[in-house]
T-cell receptor
Framework: EPEVTQTPSHQVTQMGQEVILRCVPISNHLYFYWYRQILGQKVEFLVSFYNNEISEKSEIFDDQFSVERPDGSNFTLKIRSTKLEDSAMYFC??????????????FGSGTQLSVL | LAKTTQPISMDSYEGQEVNITCSHNNIATNDYITWYQQFPSQGPRFIIQGYKTKVTNEVASLFIPADRKSSTLSLPRVSLSDTAVYYCLEAGENTGFQKLVFGTGTRLLVSP
């Protein structure tokens, strides 16, 4: 089965530093997403991306966050100035985007971000 | 805010059938019911999805009554590797099929 690939698997950074989390979605998918899960808490939606623009975002996704599809294969999440509370597992996901209402999302294995 | 209600945890033994029930008291007419599985330190994985009646795939069965106020995920003959958190979700055009709202899920522990 095709997979969503995320790198790195672990990222440690200092508070205030910028981080970029990388994802390679499934090749023929059209919708891309970022979710996060703080340790012991729920999986939370951050943003969805389609046709080179954000289609929806949550209140968590503030000005510190940005997403980009710099080429035909990668999808990145940038946090400009990390805070302690940004420490979480960040999951990238993609879906086929055929426009049907019962889309299935494929998630990557995540990047564990630790902000010190 | 999660829209579904499910038990926090369940225990089972290898080889048993496990049924996890979820409440969908305010499900929108056009929403589908979807179940995901999550192992520790991994992303959620789609298991099964349905609108009503019964759906079966190679992994599980999903039972949805006519009123769609609940759904039951049935895992036949579980093994130790089925130990995971199971989430029921509602998704569709009205709620945004892309913006999945995860609850706390049901933590299933399968013992030998």
């Amino acid at each position: 089965e095709p997979e969503v690939t995320q790198t790195p698997s672990h990222q440690v950074t200092q508070m205030g530093q910028e981080v970029i989390l990388r994802c390679v979605p499934i090749s023929n998918h059209l919708y891309f997403y970022w979710y996060r899960q703080i340790l012991g808490q729920k999986v939370e939606f951050l943003v969805s991306f389609y046709n080179n623009e954000i289609s929806e975002k949550s209140e968590i996704f503030d000005d510190q966050f940005s997403v980009e599809r710099p080429d035909g294969s990668n999808f990145t999440l940038k946090i400009r100035s990390t805070k302690l509370e940004d420490s979480a597992m960040y999951f990238c996901a993609s879906s086929g985007g055929q426009g049907s209402t019962n889309e299935k999302l494929f998630f990557g294995s995540g990047t564990q971000l630790s902000v010190l | 805010l999660a829209k579904t209600t499910q038990p926090i945890s369940m225990d089972s033994y290898e080889g048993q059938e496990v049924n996890i029930t979820c409440s969908h008291n305010n499900i929108a007419t056009n929403d589908y019911i979807t179940w995901y599985q999550q192992f520790p330190s991994q992303g959620p994985r789609f298991i099964i999805q349905g609108y009503k009646t019964k759906v079966t795939n190679e992994v599980a069965s999903l039972f949805i009554p006519a009123d769609r106020k609940s759904s039951t995920l049935s895992l036949p003959r579980v093994s130790l590797s089925d130990t995971a958190v199971y989430y029921c979700l509602e998704a569709g055009e009205n709620t945004g099929f892309q913006k999945l709202v995860f609850g706390t899920g049901t933590r299933l522990l399968v013992s030998p």
